[in-house]
């Protein structure tokens, strides 16, 4: 069965300080992948996504970056955070279709710059 | 742009109501639409909708697509507490090679006993 794993679950990093968070599946190959940020009590606003290995594509404009460097792992990362990058980030991925399918969610992790 | 647009935003309501919330879309290479659950912390998946007028339906919750209006409803009858989440309406969009699925800002539904 596939699984997804993201860690850390929780960060705590000050201002101007990089960032660096992982994301990997198991059990799949050649999945979507996607980094979303969901600010207190809203929905979910997508980052990146990325539908092969070094395929990464930005929907945001900001202080983020994503990588994809396997096939299943995704990483997200910042040179200099800013305090505006709090917030809960999730990663997802999902079976390129045929039929489009569901996306299937890490568990998240909450970061907040100080 | 492409968007996902929820109604409400926010809703409130006793325990054993009916609520039905809405999810209007706009996307460019519609493929589906799906209805998440969140709790605390993973979204987790209610329904995935590619045909219009075929309701699918889990225990008290339903759902159904219109493609030519361009909207979905969540419907769930006979509301307990544990009904309390955010729920969240996405659309997976994009040609073959490059599907995204973009989240609207979902609604936050609580249950009062």
């Given at each position: 069965s596939q699984t997804i794993h993201q860690w850390p679950a929780t960060l705590v990093q000050p201002v101007g300080s990089p960032l660096s968070l992982e994301c990997t599946v198991e059990g799949t190959s050649n999945p979507n992948l996607y980094w979303y940020r969901q600010a207190a009590g809203r929905g979910l606003q997508l980052l990146f996504y990325s539908v092969g290995i070094g395929q990464i594509s930005s929907e945001v404009p900001q202080n983020l970056s994503a990588s994809r460097?396997?096939?299943r792992q995704f990483i997200l990362s910042s040179k200099k955070l800013l305090l505006s990058d709090s917030g809960f980030y999730l990663c997802a991925w999902s079976q390129p279709p045929i039929l489009a399918t569901e996306a299937f969610f890490g568990q998240g992790t909450r970061l907040t710059v100080v | 742009e492409d968007k996902v647009v929820q109604s409400p935003l926010s809703l409130v309501v006793h325990e054993g109501d009916t609520v039905t919330l809405n999810c209007s879309y706009e996307v460019t290479n519609f493929r589906s639409l799906l209805w998440y659950k969140q709790e605390k912390k993973a979204p987790t998946f209610l329904f995935m909708l590619t045909s219009s007028g075929i309701e699918k339906k889990s225990g008290r919750l339903s759902s159904i697509l219109d493609k030519k209006e361009l909207f979905s409803i969540l419907n769930i009858t006979a509301?307990?507490?544990?009904?309390s989440a955010i729920y969240l309406c996405a659309v997976e969009e994009g040609i073959q090679g490059a599907q995204k699925l973009v989240f609207g800002q979902g609604t936050r539904l609580t249950i009062n006993p």
């Open positions: 460097p396997q096939d | 509301t307990q507490t544990g009904d």
